[in-house]
């Protein structure tokens, strides 16, 4: 065929299947099919952490809650998606976001699905410190690192392993890292052992566990309030109540630092009522600020009214945004009732700080200088100008029959 045929611009075929050979070992062409354009792999992986961040952004994941720490590899068009997810569909959903990015030729799944199967059936952990801190990463969980805290006795989920640190997720589903050393690894069957049969909840501020049933007797540890353990034999005699500890050491608790209950289940059907909030919330009075703190050594502003209402039989979610969501809405502040959770807009947009309303105008909360009542009316000399113009809405837990 004459070379005239050919038309104006198109190189021989020798050339262009020479030039087709040339980028591909150079990892540049990544078309899937005929007509579709080459797409450098820098670009490409920019486009695909693109669509995993907007699939992240449709399912409404929250990282507080979810692990969705997918790696994006790419080389030749073809994307290796790695790294860890909580759950099996978000899995699917990212690999899926990946294949329909343009120029994606193929995509090799190496997401681990937690829990990681390294831990084999010891996915359980029973927290064996009396208050353990969680942080945002192994190794770090102090300071501006902790993002929550466990007491001795809860279960916990456990995620993955990393350098003797354990990701876990919380009965109220949030997650952080926890040192291992402050639990006893086990699988579902321990979990049920410890949690069968009467339970002792502590209600003063600590609780001394005797070696005996003696007050002389050696210092096993101490609890804080709010902990729960199990007490296999009930009441005890009165004057202290045998209880176990999640290393397998029995214990003795003076009875009245305790409440004994016949299970779990009857432990957290219990429920106060506003009053109740009022009181458990004014116990704490005086009690110290701590970032990510949930428990009488400390507390954060969301980690104090979570702990008041758990102690009254009400679970609420971890952090203020998230308690912002719960209950009904109180759209005007002068219809706020005596247990109404308040919030307001602080160190950033949308509520991010949170307190307990007490009537009149008054409400507690865990600020900076530790647990205080503030006034949202002028002239009280506990008025806090500056938190009631950041006040943003109250929402009511508890509606009726309490």
Not at 284 to 289: C, D, E, I, T
Request: hydrophobic share 40%; charged share 20%.
């Amino acid at each position: 065929m004459p070379a005239s045929r050919r038309p104006p611009g198109q190189p021989a075929l020798g050339t262009a299947i020479l030039v087709i050979v040339l980028a591909l070992a150079a990892g540049v062409v990544t078309a899937g099919c005929s007509g579709q354009p080459a797409v450098p792999d820098a670009e490409l992986e920019h486009s695909v952490l693109a669509a995993l961040n907007d699939q992240s952004r449709a399912l409404g994941l929250d990282p507080r809650l979810v692990v969705y720490e997918v790696d994006v590899a790419v080389s030749g068009g073809v994307v290796t998606l790695g790294g860890p997810v909580s759950e099996a569909r978000l899995a699917d959903a990212f690999i899926r976001a990946a294949r329909q990015v343009p120029g994606v030729r193929r995509v090799y799944d190496q997401i681990t699905v937690l829990p990681d199967p390294a831990l084999g059936t010891d996915t359980k952990g029973i927290v064996a410190a009396p208050v353990a801190d969680l942080g945002d990463a192994p190794g770090q969980a102090t300071g501006h690192h902790r993002v929550t805290q466990a007491f001795l006795g809860m279960v916990v989920d456990l995620l993955q392993e990393r350098h003797g640190w354990y990701r876990v997720r919380m009965p109220d589903r949030y997650l952080g890292w926890i040192d291992g050393e402050d639990l006893v690894r086990g699988d579902a069957h321990m979990v049920a052992a410890w949690q069968q049969g009467s339970q002792a909840r502590v209600t003063s501020w600590f609780a001394t566990v005797h070696r005996e049933p003696s007050a002389g007797s050696p210092e096993l540890t101490r609890l804080v309030m709010g902990t729960v353990v199990p007490a296999p034999r009930g009441p005890g005699d009165g004057v202290f109540v045998p209880v176990l500890l999640p290393d397998g050491r029995e214990g003795y608790v003076p009875v009245n630092e305790v409440r004994v209950y016949p299970s779990l289940a009857e432990l957290h059907a219990e429920r106060g009522d506003v009053v109740a909030i009022v009181g458990t919330a004014g116990r704490l009075m005086n009690v110290r600020y701590l970032w990510g703190g949930t428990s009488v050594l400390g507390f954060d502003c969301s980690g104090f009214t979570q702990f008041v209402y758990a102690m009254n039989g009400y679970a609420l979610p971890r952090d203020a945004d998230m308690q912002y969501a719960v209950g009904e809405p109180v759209t005007d502040r002068s219809q706020l009732k005596i247990g109404d959770l308040v919030f307001f807009s602080t160190y950033k947009a949308g509520p991010s700080h949170v307190g307990i309303y007490l009537g009149n105008g008054r409400f507690i909360n865990a600020a900076d200088t530790g647990v205080v009542e503030y006034s949202f009316t002028p002239g009280d000399k506990d008025y806090n100008a500056t938190l009631a113009s950041e006040y943003v809405g109250a929402r009511r837990v508890i509606t009726s029959g309490h």
